[in-house]
């Protein structure tokens, strides 16, 4: 990929809990202070991943827009304590289902595909505030 300024967190990298969710946040960061280059936002996994919260992508880039730190943790943190078992099963089985592509995103992105991913890791570069 070429004119990328800031690389968002992997793809298995949970935000509480939730895979992808902190790619998605990192990436709808980027979009908003148009340091997105070659990524796209949203892809059909972060539609799949904010679709699970209630969420559309204009939303959530208001939300990330309005938000941050704790605030956003909270916001966030109310709708996935609301995900329904099924929901939490969609979860795995999008995980399951794109390995491959998670493989070729790390892999891409200089990170080792086999590596296990930080759990809630919250990069500097894309945080506004003490968390998130």
């Known amino acids: 990929m070429t004119g990328r300024t800031f690389l968002p967190r992997g793809p298995r990298e949970t935000l509480l809990g939730i895979p992808w969710l902190a790619r998605a946040v990192d990436k709808g960061r980027m979009a908003l202070e148009g340091s997105l280059g070659d990524y796209e936002f949203p892809c059909p996994a972060d539609a799949f991943i904010l679709g699970l919260l209630g969420l559309s992508p204009e939303d959530f880039l208001r939300l990330l827009a309005g938000t941050d730190g704790p605030d956003l943790e909270a916001q966030l943190g109310g709708r996935v304590a609301s995900l329904s078992p099924r929901e939490r099963l969609s979860l795995e089985v ?12 790390d ?24 968390a998130l």
């Open 94 to 105: 999008f995980c399951v289902k794109n390995s491959r592509l998670f493989d070729s995103l």
């Open 107 to 130: 892999r891409e992105e200089g990170r080792d595909p086999g590596a296990p991913p930080l759990p809630d890791a919250h990069p500097s570069h894309l945080t506004q505030g003490e």
